[in-house]
Nanobody, 125 residues
Framework: QVQLVESGGGSVQAGGSMRLSCSVADVTFSSYCMAWFRQAQGQPREGIAS???????TYADSVKGRFTVSEDNAKQTLYLEMSNLKPEETTMYYC???????????????????WGQGTQVTVSS
């Protein structure tokens, strides 16, 4: 089974940078599409960055040029480098992994169904 644990969230001033990490407990880590989502209260979960099993990356227009997704297969860890953060980006951020059979959330051509518990990011003005 796939287990995802996010870390690195916290508080930062507007215009600042943060790095989120997602530890993936699965021996076939490199075979999954992986992604970062964020979700504000009462709103749909929004895909913001993904990396496919062939290494291709996809970014939402709202974060393109500011966020970078990467992975370290040896450490089985997914990263999200965020820069020039905005106060409106204060919300929960989630790590996600592909589940082609049962997943119901689509982003970047992959069907996501495994989720971490999330990490809070707060951007102050």
């Amino acid at each position: 089974q796939v287990q995802l644990v996010e870390s690195g969230g916290g508080s930062v001033q507007a215009g600042g940078s943060m790095r989120l990490s997602c530890s993936v407990a699965d021996v076939t880590f490199s075979s999954y599409c992986m992604a970062w989502f964020r979700q504000a209260q009462g709103q749909p979960r929004e895909g913001i960055a993904s990396i496919q099993d062939d290494g291709e990356t996809t970014y939402a227009d709202s974060v393109k040029g500011r966020f970078t997704v990467s992975e370290d297969n040896a450490k089985q860890t997914l990263y999200l480098e965020m820069s020039n953060l905005k106060p409106e980006e204060t919300t929960m951020y989630y790590c996600a992994a592909e589940d082609s059979t049962y997943g119901r959330i689509w982003f970047s051509g992959c069907n996501f169904g495994y989720w971490g518990q999330g990490t809070q990011v707060t951007v102050s003005s």
